[in-house]
């Protein structure tokens, strides 16, 4: 098992950043990929960010290239997002989930959401 505590979202205007971290505990040896999915009111929860054992392998949804990035300190066993120029349309809950080398991509534990809200 492998559970997983995000923080840092809150209310921010459009235009300005926040970072999310997400702190794994368990069976964190296991863990290959981490990465950030978000879903907003009355729309279906979405990919964002992913990133690999490594720190290499990042990818990101085309909605939020250039303005996020995603890092990981394996030490810590933490994931971050870190999100500037931010818009309106970024308003979301967050979620970090993380997959293991044997059901990669398929992710296998997820956190319980940071709220995320930009105002214009």
């Known amino acids: 098992q492998v559970q997983l505590v995000e923080s840092g979202g809150g209310l921010v205007q459009a235009g300005g950043s926040l970072r999310l971290s997400c702190a794994a505990s368990?069976?964190?040896?296991?863990?290959?990929?981490m990465g950030w999915f978000r879903q907003a009111p009355g729309k279906e929860r979405e990919f964002v960010a992913r990133i690999s054992r490594s720190g290499g392998g990042t990818r990101y949804a085309d909605s939020v290239k250039g303005r996020f990035t995603i890092s990981r300190d394996n030490a810590k066993n933490t994931v971050y997002l870190q999100m500037n120029s931010l818009r309106p349309e970024d308003t979301a809950v967050y979620y970090c989930?993380?997959?293991?080398?044997?059901?990669?991509?398929?992710?296998?534990?997820w956190g319980q959401g940071t709220q995320v809200t930009v105002s214009s």
């Open positions: 989930a993380v997959a293991s080398e044997a059901t990669s991509p398929a992710y296998d534990y």
């Open positions: 368990g069976r964190t040896f296991s863990i290959y990929l």
